[in-house]
């Protein structure tokens, strides 16, 4: 069945770095564009950005422009958020995710957390 496990989140500070990781399994990695997502607590999840199947094309929500990369490695299956510049309010639970049949299948995610 389809696993997305993401890893990498930890206690951060303003101005600092994390790398986020999304290891995939049980479908063609190299087939589906893949997003990462965040929830902060009390707020909706929003999206955060997408990269094509061959990362070909990225696209990123207009808060973390220039900030964050979205890569992946579709040998090993997985996807990476590399967050530089990092600020409070990135402070979340991230997620990634992808769309098989139309149906959006999520990861448990990763707490980030940033101090200032």
């Known amino acids: 069945q389809v696993q997305l496990v993401e890893s990498g989140g930890d206690l951060a500070r303003a101005g600092g770095s994390l790398r986020l990781s999304c290891a995939a399994s049980?479908?063609?990695?190299?087939?589906?564009?893949m997003a990462w997502y965040r929830q902060g607590s009390g707020k909706e999840r929003e999206w955060v950005a997408t990269?094509?199947?061959?990362?070909?094309?990225?696209n990123y929500a207009d808060s973390v422009k220039g900030r964050f990369t979205i890569s992946r490695d579709n040998a090993k299956m997985t996807l990476y958020l590399q967050m530089n510049g990092l600020q409070p309010e990135d402070t979340a639970v991230y997620y990634c995710?992808?769309?098989?049949?139309?149906?959006?299948?999520w990861g448990q995610g990763t707490q980030v957390t940033v101090s200032s």
């Open positions: 990269i094509g199947r061959v990362g070909e094309w990225t």
């Open positions: 995710s992808v769309v098989l049949s139309g149906l959006a299948n």
């Open positions: 049980g479908f063609t990695f190299s087939n589906v564009a």
